[in-house]
């Protein structure tokens, strides 16, 4: 779809798109430049952790300006190059030099093990799109947002979504698809428990990475991820709780044993990490609370429940000292359109 713009155009438009939850994890790239996957995934869109993200196009800028959670970052850094991947995509397919302001705000901790490049590039995807006046698919959506960040392609779609590995070296077979919508499953809960708020010393990208290259048992994990996928949807279909906890609990487990065999070793938990994993895990095996953990590339938990349960898991966190804080979430919509803009 080529769209032709005057190089006079300028629009601006904001967008939300909300963080989401790896359920079974995707960990390693078969293509780093198009962000393809080493194996399929499946996650649950957050409907109360999420980013906001504003974009303008206009001629009057010689190269394009990020500003992310009120700080400026420029060509060099990481954070620009992923925004830079997607609007270079963008401006391809408009047919337009013009470049683009973006600020962006997170209303959660960043680069915490929250999923923020999930949310935040997918917000870009959407808003840049409707901003240079393209009419995009949710497929081409969640591509597009994919060259930013791998999750981010996930973003796109609210409720239970698969990011399908694909075959293909192009990437065109490689995209997020809803599993269940955001209504599906009404009592399905998610606590995420921030305890830290300091950024990661090692990005996911960079754990990611070294995990592929070192780890001695990483062979075995992409066949191992995409039989989960098979497992847990088929579970989710069924709103069966225990079976998406334990499938969940091991994928995260897995992930998180790859990287500690990695060459140096990676490891994201902090103290309170473990104290919260003991902490479900005895709420489980002695009370029979159907609650359950999974973790992403950083030291936060991600509690799995529901709603019935909801008060007494956070009473039993509320006992752990210095939890920095907890937000709750039921699977949440896509990403939405706002009237009020960042600048």
């Not at 078969?30 to 499946?42: G, I, T, W």
């Not at 394009?64 to 850094?77: A, I, K, R, V």
Request: glycine share 6%; hydrophobic share 40%; proline share 3%.
């Amino acid at each position: 779809m080529q769209v032709p713009i005057n190089e006079d155009f300028m629009s601006k438009t904001t967008a939300r798109a909300f963080s989401n939850i790896a359920l079974v994890k995707y960990w390693g790239k078969r293509d780093e430049e198009k962000m393809l996957p080493q194996n399929s995934s499946v996650s649950v869109t957050l409907s109360d952790m999420y980013a906001t993200t504003t974009v303008e196009f206009s001629a009057g800028l010689t190269k394009h300006e990020l500003m992310l959670n009120g700080e400026s970052y420029f060509s060099g850094s990481s954070e620009y190059s992923k925004v830079e991947s997607v609007l270079k995509r963008i401006k391809k397919t408009a047919s337009t030099g013009l470049n683009a302001k973006v600020v962006s705000k997170n209303n959660f901790p960043t680069s915490a093990g929250f999923a923020s490049s999930a949310a935040g590039l997918a917000a870009l995807a959407v808003a840049a799109s409707k901003a240079i006046d393209l009419s995009l698919s949710k497929k081409e959506l969640s591509i597009l947002a994919r060259y930013g960040s791998g999750s981010a392609s996930r973003s796109v779609l609210g409720g239970f979504v698969k990011w399908n590995r694909g075959e293909k070296d192009d990437g065109s077979d490689s995209y997020a698809t809803e599993v269940v919508s955001d209504t599906y499953w009404p009592e399905f809960r998610i606590l995420a428990v921030s305890v830290s708020n300091l950024r990661k010393k090692i990005k996911s990208s960079d754990a990611m990475r070294r995990t592929v290259a070192t780890s001695p048992y990483y062979t075995k994990w992409p066949k191992e991820a995409e039989r989960d996928v098979q497992k847990i949807e088929n579970a989710i279909k069924k709103r069966d709780i225990k079976s998406v906890g334990e499938i969940a609990e091991r994928s995260a487990f897995s992930m998180h044993g790859l990287m500690m065999t990695a060459k140096p070793p990676i490891l994201y938990f902090l103290p309170k990490t473990i104290e919260l994993i003991n902490v479900i895990a005895q709420l489980r095996e002695k009370e029979s609370v159907n609650a359950y953990v999974t973790i992403d590339a950083g030291p936060q938990v991600k509690i799995l429940c529901l709603k019935k349960d909801i008060d007494y898991i956070k009473e039993k966190i509320a006992k752990i000292n210095d939890i920095q804080k907890i937000f709750e979430s039921r699977p949440g919509t896509g990403p939405q359109f706002l009237s009020d803009h960042l600048f």
